[in-house]
């Protein structure tokens, strides 16, 4: 199984957000973190936003925090938030009838059975686990010097 893009960046702006918990978090700011595109970012903060992972704070100091404690939001619940699909093989949609094993396929019951246990996995884990060492990530993500540009330009 390969998780999308969109996932993977998912659980970074997460992370991103758990690390700097004091203060909102600009998009610009975490998308320049991760070297990835700011438009592409927006598209994934909605995703999370619908998903009541992260909230929006408008105005000038405004930005996205968590909408809950890291503690409580699973990395399988934000990967069932970002994945759009779970088709691990054609035959998993429902809508189609070509395969003759369709209603007594094994393989089928097998990747279904996989997939359960995948998700279990990452039902043990939690968006607080991944940022654990706050303060390498905060130091890895340059957060304390956007930190100390904000204070100087106060």
Same mark, same amino acid.
Do not use: W
């Given at each position: 199984?390969?998780?999308?893009?969109?996932?993977?960046?998912?659980?970074?702006?997460?992370?991103?957000?758990?690390?700097?918990?004091?203060?909102?978090?600009?998009?610009?700011?975490? +998308?320049?973190? /991760? #070297?990835?595109?700011?438009?592409?970012?927006?598209? %994934? @903060?909605?995703?999370?936003?619908?998903?009541? $992972?992260?909230?929006?704070?408008?105005?000038?100091?405004?930005?996205?925090?968590?909408?809950?404690?890291?503690?409580?939001?699973?990395?399988?619940?934000?990967?069932?938030?970002?994945?759009?699909?779970?088709?691990? +093989?054609?035959? /998993? #949609?429902?809508?189609?009838?070509?395969?003759?094993? %369709? @209603?007594?396929?094994?393989?089928?019951?097998? $990747?279904?059975?996989?997939?359960?246990?995948?998700?279990?996995?990452?039902?043990?884990?939690?968006?607080?686990?991944l940022s654990e060492d706050r303060s390498s990530l905060r130091h890895l993500l340059?957060?304390?010097?956007?930190?100390?540009?904000?204070?100087?330009?106060?």
């Open positions: 199984m390969r998780l999308t893009q969109q996932t993977n960046y998912a659980v970074r702006a997460l992370m991103y957000c758990a690390a700097n918990p004091e203060r909102p978090s600009k998009v610009a700011d975490i +998308a320049a973190s /991760f #070297d990835m595109s700011e438009t592409h970012l927006f598209k %994934i @903060m909605k995703v999370l936003v619908d998903a009541n $992972l992260i909230r929006t704070i408008r105005g000038r100091n405004g930005g996205v925090m968590l909408a809950r404690d890291p503690e409580t939001i699973t990395v399988g619940e934000v990967v069932r938030a970002a994945e759009e699909s779970f088709l691990l +093989a054609e035959c /998993f #949609d429902s809508g189609r009838k070509d395969c003759p094993l %369709i @209603m007594s396929c094994g393989f089928n019951g097998l $990747l279904h059975e996989a997939l359960e246990a995948f998700m279990d996995v990452l039902d043990t884990k939690t968006i607080a686990d340059k957060i304390d010097e956007l930190d100390q540009k904000v204070a100087a330009a106060s």
